[in-house]
């Protein structure tokens, strides 16, 4: 699995990204970071969607157990 080394981070921020209501299981957050990362430009900013995990156990168990067989199916084929 790819690990860059990670220096710093200047600044965090986190949006509404989505709703449980607009065909996802889970709300997703719209995260920026400004961060230093060994290999990169300084300051390099990141854009990334954050899952959030829903309050109900039934669907935070299949999340996880979906996120874990797709996390294995790319680590198969060397994409990790």
Not at 22 to 35: E, L, P, R
Not at 53 to 65: A, Q, V
């Amino acid at each position: 699995m790819c690990s860059p080394k990670f220096n710093s981070m200047s600044t965090c921020s986190a949006q509404g990204g989505s709703n449980v209501g607009d065909n996802y299981a889970c709300v997703m957050k719209a995260v920026t970071a400004v961060a230093d990362v060994e290999g990169r430009p300084p300051a390099h900013t990141y854009h990334y969607m954050a899952k959030c995990l829903p309050m109900s156990e039934h669907w935070t168990k299949f999340l996880k157990e979906v996120s874990d067989r797709q996390l294995k199916s790319l680590d198969q084929k060397g994409l990790l």
